[in-house]
Every structure is written in structure tokens, then in C-alpha cells.
């Protein structure tokens, strides 16, 4: 499944688009239910949840892991962190922050925030590996994780 490219940089195929599409819709649909459920910190858990997301169960969100998905650090081969997490989903984060904003957050969400979502989503689409901003920032991949 990976082979050595370069300097320690492997190379691994990248998951299948509708899967990852889905895995996030289910985390998405996660922070929602968050948000209104858990009144008043409902949104920063929401929030947190999507930082965090990645490095929960070895390198597999909630929607990730039902879909059979995982992020793994491309460099070293290992499943994401917590830290890893966080640093890959910031641009997703200030999204989720924007429309818990009071005010002027609906204005960035469907500004600023709709851009960045399109921006990634068309990133990954359109990159060979799958590799969207969080990703580089990160160095890390969502792979299809075969289920036990």
C-alpha cells in the first residue's frame, strides 16, 4: 500500500472522495447536535470536537471511523493525534467558530468561511492524494482503513 518516495516520504492512496465527503458530513452533523444539545457550551464542545476529531480513536473521527477512513502523518506512517488533530482541522475550526460568533459570525461564516470550504473541497478533489490545506500544514492523509 506504501512505498518510499523521496526522503522518507511515502506515498499512500488516497481515500475514496464520497467516503470522505460523508465521514465529514457525520462529524459536521456531530457539531451540530453538540452545539444545540449541550446549551450554553455546546458550540466551544462543538468547536472542540472538530479540533480534536482526528486523534480520537488511532487517527479515525466519529464519522471517520463509522465510514472506515483514517488520518495517518504521511512522513512517519503513524495514525494522527491530538496535536496532529488540531493543526490539520484549524481552517475547519475558524469555519465552526464563525458561525458560533455573535453578530458578525453569520456574516463570516457565509463570507470567509463558505470560500475556505470550497477552497479544501476543491483542494481535495482535485489533488492526487487527497491533500487539502489542513493537510499540509499538518503532513498528514486520509487513507481508507479497511474494518476488522
Keep these: 500500500m506504501d512505498q518510499n518516495?523521496?526522503?522518507?516520504?511515502?506515498?499512500y492512496v488516497r481515500a475514496d472522495l464520497v467516503n470522505r465527503f460523508l465521514a465529514k458530513f457525520i462529524d459536521f452533523l456531530l457539531v451540530g447536535a453538540l452545539a444545540q444539545i449541550l446549551k450554553p457550551i455546546g458550540p466551544l464542545s462543538g468547536l472542540?470536537?472538530?479540533?480534536?476529531?482526528?486523534?480520537?480513536?488511532?487517527?479515525?473521527?466519529?464519522?471517520?471511523?463509522?465510514i472506515g477512513l483514517r488520518v495517518i502523518?504521511?512522513?512517519?506512517?503513524?495514525?494522527?493525534?491530538?496535536?496532529?488533530s488540531i493543526v490539520r482541522n484549524l481552517t475547519l475550526a475558524?469555519?465552526?467558530?464563525?458561525?458560533?460568533l455573535p453578530l458578525i459570525g453569520w456574516f463570516l461564516f457565509f463570507t470567509?468561511?463558505?470560500i475556505i470550504l470550497i477552497f479544501e473541497s476543491y483542494l481535495i478533489?482535485?489533488?492526487e492524494a487527497g491533500?487539502?490545506?489542513?493537510?499540509?500544514?499538518?503532513?498528514?492523509?486520509?487513507?481508507?482503513?479497511?474494518?476488522?
Design 125 to 127: 478533489i482535485t489533488d
Design 94 to 100: 475558524a469555519v465552526v467558530l464563525f458561525s458560533i
Design 48 to 66: 472542540t470536537y472538530i479540533l480534536i476529531s482526528d486523534g480520537l480513536f488511532q487517527g479515525r473521527s466519529i464519522g471517520k471511523k463509522i
Design 73 to 84: 502523518v504521511r512522513r512517519e506512517g503513524r495514525e494522527c493525534n491530538y496535536r496532529d
Design 5 to 11: 518516495v523521496g526522503e522518507g516520504l511515502k506515498e
Design 112 to 114: 470567509v468561511g463558505i
Design 131 to 148: 491533500i487539502r490545506i489542513g493537510d499540509i500544514l499538518a503532513d498528514t492523509q486520509v487513507i481508507d482503513s479497511p474494518r476488522k
